[in-house]
Structure formats: C-alpha cells, structure tokens
C-alpha cells in the first residue's frame, strides 16, 4: 500500500470519543489562560513592575498556553483530568497566594472584598473573552491537523467517519461559532443605520481570501497528490469553501430577516434539514451516493458531504449570531453583571444538553458528516461551554487583579478606573518605559488569524511529505510538533512586534 493511502486509512473509519471526555477537555484552555496571568501578578507582586523582557513574555506564553494542549493531545492524553486537575490546583493556589500578598483590601475581610468586587465596573466595550475563544480555537485547530497524522494523537480525538464525536469534529463548528459571534452584524453600533444589504455586499468583498485560499488547498492537494478524507467534504471541497459560502448566505438571511430573530432562523434551517434527512432519500445520498455504493460521479454526487452540510453550519452560524448580541448589544459595566451572563449560559447549556439527549435518542445520533440537527445543537452547547470557562477565568483573573494594585495582564479585562491609562494598549512600566500588547502572543495571533491558520496548514503539508509521520516514535512526534508551533506562533509575535497586519481586505 502506498504512504498516500495508508496515511488515508490512518485517519479514515473512526469512531470518536464521549460528550464527557470533550467536555473535560474543554476545560484546558481556560485554565492555560488563568496560570499565564495569575503567573504575571505574581510577577508583579514580587518585582513590582510587570514582565519586561519581550523573549521572556514569548517563553512565558508558549510554555503556559501551547505547550500544554499539545502534550494533552497526544502523549498526556491518557491522563487528561488528571493533568486538568492538577493545572486547576495550581492555578487555585496562586490565587490563594496573590490572596495572602494582596495589597489592596489588606485587612478588610473576604466577603467585604468580595462584595466590593461584585461592584466594580468593567470596560464595557471590550469583551476579551471572545479574542481568546476565537484565537485558541485556532491554536488548538493548528495543533490538531498536524498532530492527528501522529500515533501518538489518540484516533478516538480524530474526525468520526459518519457518526460520533471527535475533538477535531467540534473544532470544525466552533471555528464557525467563533466567526459568527462577531460578525459584522453583530457588532453594528446602536444608532448605526446602513441599508438592508450592506453586510451582503461587505461579506462578498470580505470573503474572497476565502474562496482563494480554498481554491489554492484543492490544487495543491492535487498536484503533490497529499492524502485525502474523501468523506469528510468531497473530492473538491474543503473547509475554506464552507466558511465563505455559510458566512455569505448568512448576510443574506441577516438581510431578510431582523438580526434579533436569528435564534428563529437557525432553529428552522436545523429542524426543516433534520426532516429532509429523515423523511426523504437525501441521508443515503449524502451517505453512499447517487448508486448507493459511494459513487463520486458529478459535481454535487463528488462533494455531497461538503454541499449538504453548509445547511447545518449555517444553522450553528445564526444561533450563534443569536449569542454574540446577547453579549455585545447590551453594554455590561459591572462584574455582578457578567456573573449574571455566565448563569444564562449555563442555564442555556443544561437546556441545550438537555435537547441533544432527547434527539440523539429519538431521532438520531451526532454526525458531523451530515451537520444534522444533533451536531447543530452540541456544537452550539460546548461552543457556549467553551465561552463561559473562558469568562470565568476572565473574571477570576480580573478578581486577582483586584486585590493587586497595578497589575496588568493582556489580553484581559480592566477596570474603569484604569482604562485611561491601561486601555487594550500600552503597559506601563515605572521607569517611564512600556511593553507593547505584541507581549502577548493571543494578541499576537488575533491580529493575523487567517494568515497564522494559513501558515499552519502549509507546515503541515511539508512536515507531511518530508516526516513518515505515521510510523514516528514519540520522541520525533513531539520535537515535530513544538518546533511546528513554535515557527506558527513565533512568525505571528514577530509580525505582531513589527505592526504588520496583512489584512487589505
């Protein structure tokens, strides 16, 4: 058999894992997050200054924020509460220690402080949980495609073949979650009047890079003859295609219905889908093709699974727009506000959870293949999850640095009271000096998103045909794959250090 075909076969007919396992999971990204900046306090706290040192803020943030996932999808994976339960202790005990050392609030007793806290006004145009949603969704997107061609990354991580869960799977919706969330017609400001089809035409100049960049993977899958997922979005089709096309029939839809009834439309889009699935012939088209043996003859009979599923992604894209008004139309000043928000979240994740039960028992299972309403529902549930630990850990953050005066930490919450000086720029040293936000490699990467994603996918073609990665020890696996992250996030610092965004568009 050749490489193309096994390493073909090596990702091919999987399974995937539990809702609990992925769950679990969820939790690592927000927990790397919380040690990098209950690390930077404590900094603070010993030093009074914050870190200086750009190479040191690099290290810093590549140790705590990437090297972790990595190890937890592949040789940690066995282990995987385990190490979260031991990075959540961890973290714990900072605060318990920033607690002790705090230098505001020194001798007032922790439910005055607590009180006091719940009181305190937040930036209320700025919601940095989001940058970190999107941002560590491609940092764990990058980390996967190339690790998933390792033995080391667990096959059950791997996108499922027709049903089941996989990690990667809720990567592929949440990449759309967390474009939807802040998409254009979200972000409209309050008292903004632009015509009905404003966006459309916006999303039509917007998404070209898109379209390009998908064009540009089909035809150098073809011409180095790279192995394929056949089932996964066709002969032709691929995940860029889905983005443009899902994010362009959005504004459309956005264009003919009211923004504020987009939880209506996705709603439709799933349950209407979901009957055609079930009552018509259109599942054992998408399953086994046009003959019902996994014919490819045809444009849409070769890319039925790509075609079909922009329906439920599109779906999971409006009920997702549906949360990122819920979360940037109304200005929330106060953290006692924010706790409020986490609560609707959680009360909307039991209900969504809830749900997916009684479908996947009634109707049918979760199939990523097909984006049916099962899927819709759970990507929308844990792409929720995965935004209220990063709120969480958000506001944690935001507590710690309330009882340190001066602390500051990228890429997270300020107070009010110190946004004229401290405001998502500039972090101000004594000695009259400053550390650009480019310390920070979230910031980093979420100036150059599609760019960073880009430069992963082209490093995971070349390790790809110059590492035989399928039968790679566990050795070569990791010195690989951190040195694969390590150029991804070092170019993104570099460029971030540089003001260079290569966005024209």
Known sequence: ????????????????????????????????????????????L???????????????????????????????APILPWVILCIAAFCAGLVYKIYCRRTTYVKVPFWQILSDFLRASLEPEYVPSLTVFRVYVNVLTSISILAVDFPQYP??????????????????GAFVFGNAVVCPEVRLKGGEVQSKF?????????????????????????????????????????????????????????SLFPVRKAWIVAT??????????????????????????GSRAGFLDANREGVFSVIGYLAI?????????????????????????????????????LFLHAVQTYVETISRRMANLPFCVWVV????????????????????????????????????QLSATNKKHDLELRDGQTIPQSVCMVSAVNKNQLLYFLLANIL??????????????????????????????????????????????
């Open 381 to 416: 549930a844990h792409g929720l999850s995965l935004l209220s630990c990063f709120l969480v850990s958000d506001l944690v953050l935001v507590f710690a640095k309330f009882l340190v005066d001066g602390a500051s930490v990228p890429c997270s919450w300020n107070f009010v």
């Open 460 to 505: 995971t073609g070349l390790v790809n045909m110059m590492v035989d990665t399928i039968h790679s020890n566990t050795v070569l696996a990791m010195f690989v794959l951190h040195v694969y992250m390590l150029t991804n996030c070092l170019v993104m610092y570099i460029l971030q250090a540089k003001n260079v965004i290569l966005k024209w568009w």
């Open 198 to 254: 404003f966006y459309l035409a916006r999303q039509f100049f917007a998404v070209w890079p898109l379209f390009l960049l998908g064009f540009g993977r089909l035809m150098s899958v073809k011409v180095a003859e790279y192995h394929e997922h056949t089932s996964e979005y066709g002969v032709h089709w691929n995940f860029f295609f889905t983005l443009a096309v899902v994010r362009m029939a959005a504004s459309l839809l956005l």
């Open 317 to 353: 894209y409006m009920a997702s727009v549906q949360v990122g008004l819920y979360l940037l139309k109304k200005k929330r000043g106060s953290v006692r506000e924010w706790v409020g928000v986490i609560h609707s979240f959680l009360l909307a994740i039991l209900v969504l959870f």
């Open 1 to 44: 058999m050749s490489q193309k075909l096994l390493k073909e076969d090596f990702i091919s007919n999987l399974n995937g894992t539990s809702l609990l396992e992925i769950s679990i999971g969820l939790t690592l990204a927000p927990l790397c997050l919380l040690s990098r900046g209950l690390l930077l306090i404590l900094y603070f």
């Open 155 to 172: 096959r059950r991580y791997a996108k499922t073949e027709t049903y089941g869960t996989g990690v990667m799977d809720f990567g592929v």
């Open 268 to 293: 439709t889009l799933a349950v209407v889908y979901e009957c055609f699935l079930a009552f018509t012939p259109l599942k054992m088209f998408i399953l086994h093709g046009s003959d019902g043996r």
């Open 46 to 76: 010993h030093n009074g200054r914050p870190l200086g040192s750009r190479s040191t803020h690099f290290f810093l943030d590549f140790s705590v924020l990437v090297v972790p996932p990595v190890l937890c999808c592949t040789v940690l």
